[in-house]
Nanobody, 128 residues
Framework: QVQLVDSGGGLVQAGDSLRLSCVAS????????MGWFRQAPGKERESVAVISRSGASFYYTDSVKGRFTISRDNAKSTVYLQMKNLKPEDAAVYYC?????????????????????WGQGTQVTVSS
Protein backbone atom coordinates (compact mmCIF):
# COMPACT_ATOMS: atom_id res chain seq x y z
CA GLN A 1 0.00 0.00 0.00
CA VAL A 2 1.54 3.25 -1.16
CA GLN A 3 1.24 6.06 1.36
CA LEU A 4 2.26 9.69 1.04
CA VAL A 5 2.41 12.00 4.04
CA ASP A 6 2.94 15.64 3.24
CA SER A 7 3.74 18.39 5.70
CA GLY A 8 5.31 21.80 6.10
CA GLY A 9 2.49 24.16 5.26
CA GLY A 10 1.59 27.15 7.36
CA LEU A 11 0.68 30.80 7.51
CA VAL A 12 3.33 33.15 6.14
CA GLN A 13 3.57 36.68 4.85
CA ALA A 14 4.13 37.59 1.23
CA GLY A 15 7.80 37.31 0.41
CA ASP A 16 8.46 34.58 2.96
CA SER A 17 9.64 31.04 2.29
CA LEU A 18 8.36 27.59 3.18
CA ARG A 19 9.58 24.08 2.54
CA LEU A 20 7.08 21.30 2.05
CA SER A 21 8.02 17.67 2.59
CA CYS A 22 6.40 14.43 1.51
CA VAL A 23 7.46 11.06 2.83
CA ALA A 24 6.52 8.05 0.76
CA SER A 25 6.24 4.41 1.77
CA UNK A 26 5.00 1.14 0.35
CA UNK A 27 7.22 0.78 -2.69
CA UNK A 28 10.65 1.66 -4.05
CA UNK A 29 10.58 5.43 -3.97
CA UNK A 30 13.43 5.97 -6.41
CA UNK A 31 11.62 4.20 -9.24
CA UNK A 32 8.81 6.77 -9.65
CA UNK A 33 8.35 10.37 -10.56
CA MET A 34 7.00 12.66 -7.86
CA GLY A 35 4.88 15.75 -8.17
CA TRP A 36 3.42 18.60 -6.18
CA PHE A 37 -0.04 19.90 -6.96
CA ARG A 38 -2.14 22.60 -5.39
CA GLN A 39 -5.79 23.47 -5.17
CA ALA A 40 -7.23 26.79 -4.11
CA PRO A 41 -10.90 27.22 -3.15
CA GLY A 42 -13.11 27.23 -6.20
CA LYS A 43 -10.27 26.30 -8.54
CA GLU A 44 -9.14 23.12 -10.19
CA ARG A 45 -6.17 21.20 -8.92
CA GLU A 46 -3.07 22.27 -10.82
CA SER A 47 0.39 20.84 -11.11
CA VAL A 48 3.09 22.95 -9.52
CA ALA A 49 6.31 21.00 -9.90
CA VAL A 50 7.40 17.52 -10.93
CA ILE A 51 10.67 15.68 -10.62
CA SER A 52 11.46 12.66 -12.74
CA ARG A 53 12.44 9.37 -11.21
CA SER A 54 16.00 10.00 -12.38
CA GLY A 55 16.01 13.31 -10.52
CA ALA A 56 17.47 14.96 -13.58
CA SER A 57 14.35 16.38 -15.20
CA PHE A 58 11.89 18.88 -13.84
CA TYR A 59 8.61 20.53 -14.67
CA TYR A 60 7.39 23.80 -13.17
CA THR A 61 4.24 25.66 -13.89
CA ASP A 62 5.02 29.11 -15.24
CA SER A 63 3.80 31.02 -12.22
CA VAL A 64 6.37 29.41 -9.88
CA LYS A 65 9.44 29.28 -12.11
CA GLY A 66 12.38 30.90 -10.40
CA ARG A 67 10.68 30.80 -6.99
CA PHE A 68 9.97 27.12 -6.29
CA THR A 69 12.39 24.20 -6.37
CA ILE A 70 11.48 20.54 -6.25
CA SER A 71 14.01 17.99 -5.05
CA ARG A 72 14.12 14.43 -3.86
CA ASP A 73 16.13 12.41 -1.36
CA ASN A 74 15.82 8.77 -2.35
CA ALA A 75 17.58 7.58 0.81
CA LYS A 76 14.81 9.20 2.86
CA SER A 77 11.99 8.45 0.40
CA THR A 78 11.16 12.12 0.56
CA VAL A 79 10.33 14.80 -1.96
CA TYR A 80 10.59 18.48 -1.10
CA LEU A 81 9.15 21.68 -2.46
CA GLN A 82 11.16 24.74 -1.50
CA MET A 83 9.01 27.83 -1.98
CA LYS A 84 10.53 31.29 -1.92
CA ASN A 85 9.08 34.75 -2.38
CA LEU A 86 5.59 33.46 -1.71
CA LYS A 87 2.69 35.45 -3.08
CA PRO A 88 -0.95 35.56 -1.96
CA GLU A 89 -1.89 33.72 -5.15
CA ASP A 90 0.23 30.77 -4.01
CA ALA A 91 -2.20 30.11 -1.18
CA ALA A 92 -3.78 26.67 -1.56
CA VAL A 93 -3.77 23.16 -0.25
CA TYR A 94 -0.65 21.47 -1.57
CA TYR A 95 -0.57 17.77 -2.34
CA CYS A 96 2.28 15.49 -3.24
CA UNK A 97 1.54 12.69 -5.62
CA UNK A 98 3.10 9.81 -7.49
CA UNK A 99 2.03 7.82 -10.54
CA UNK A 100 0.78 4.24 -10.52
CA UNK A 101 3.40 3.02 -12.95
CA UNK A 102 7.02 3.61 -13.69
CA UNK A 103 7.84 5.77 -16.66
CA UNK A 104 10.98 6.56 -18.57
CA UNK A 105 13.74 7.86 -16.36
CA UNK A 106 13.38 11.52 -17.32
CA UNK A 107 9.63 11.74 -17.85
CA UNK A 108 7.86 14.42 -15.86
CA UNK A 109 4.12 13.74 -15.83
CA UNK A 110 2.21 16.89 -14.95
CA UNK A 111 -1.42 16.06 -15.49
CA UNK A 112 -3.43 15.04 -12.45
CA UNK A 113 -4.89 12.00 -14.23
CA UNK A 114 -1.39 10.58 -14.54
CA UNK A 115 -1.15 10.24 -10.76
CA UNK A 116 -2.65 7.48 -8.66
CA UNK A 117 -1.47 8.16 -5.13
CA TRP A 118 -1.92 11.40 -3.22
CA GLY A 119 -0.93 12.83 0.11
CA GLN A 120 -3.52 14.23 2.49
CA GLY A 121 -2.60 17.82 1.67
CA THR A 122 -0.97 20.62 3.61
CA GLN A 123 -2.41 24.13 3.76
CA VAL A 124 -0.33 27.11 2.66
CA THR A 125 -1.72 30.52 3.52
CA VAL A 126 -0.01 33.71 2.38
CA SER A 127 -1.01 37.05 3.81
CA SER A 128 -0.36 40.24 1.89
Amino acid sequence: QVQLVDSGGGLVQAGDSLRLSCVASGRTFSMYAMGWFRQAPGKERESVAVISRSGASFYYTDSVKGRFTISRDNAKSTVYLQMKNLKPEDAAVYYCATPLSRSSADYTPHQAYEYAYWGQGTQVTVSS
